[in-house]
């Protein structure tokens, strides 16, 4: 996968390598056979917070959001609707453009701090969970969290199994 890397805030180079590879194993686990890109914005809390209020109304920080290009049909996911995907093709890029994640570097150390993982754990999942809702994947009902939550287990585990946190 493509990522342009917005960096408001810095991140090491080390962790941003194993969210690069988070991506990857993501669009493999999704089962998408054409090219896709994202742009990924590592910020501020206070510039997360902005968008969050701008965006949906809710005026504090967080710590991902997402903003995807491709529309899906109902109960489907972009590894069923390779048409959809190829509607947002860039010739430039020479891939399919599905849309922006921004993640808070503050709250990837706060996070990590709480759930007593490591930093790039962390960071790494923020990325995938931005990265399945741009897949189509949500959390709003219940039987949709379930879904989403194997799938971001599902792309965690091939990470471990292939020797990279």
């Known amino acids: 996968m493509i990522i342009e890397w917005i960096r408001d ?21 999704e089962g998408i056979t054409v090219p896709c890109a994202v742009s990924v914005r590592l910020c501020s809390d206070e510039t997360i917070r902005v968008l969050n209020a701008a965006h949906r109304g809710i005026d504090r920080s967080t710590d991902v959001l997402s903003f995807p290009t491709v529309s899906y049909k109902a109960g489907k996911t972009a590894g069923m609707c390779e048409k959809a995907l190829l509607q947002e093709y860039d010739d430039e890029s020479g891939a399919c453009f ?61 990470q471990l199994v292939s020797g990279q946190s």
């Not at 180079?13 to 590879?21: C, D, F, L, S, V």
């Not at 599905?98 to 930093?119: F, K, N, R, T």
Request: charged letters at 30%.
């Open 98 to 158: 599905l849309g922006d994640i921004v993640i808070s570097v503050p709250h990837i150390y706060a996070q990590a701090e709480e759930y007593g993982h490591p930093v790039e754990r962390e960071a790494t999942y923020l990325l995938i969970h931005g990265l399945c809702h741009l897949l189509g994947y949500d959390h709003i009902k219940e039987e949709d969290k379930r879904i989403m939550r194997a799938m971001e287990e599902k792309i965690l585990s091939r």
């Open 9 to 29: 805030v810095p991140l090491p180079e080390n962790i941003q390598e194993k969210m690069q590879h988070a991506a990857d194993r993501t669009v493999l686990c």
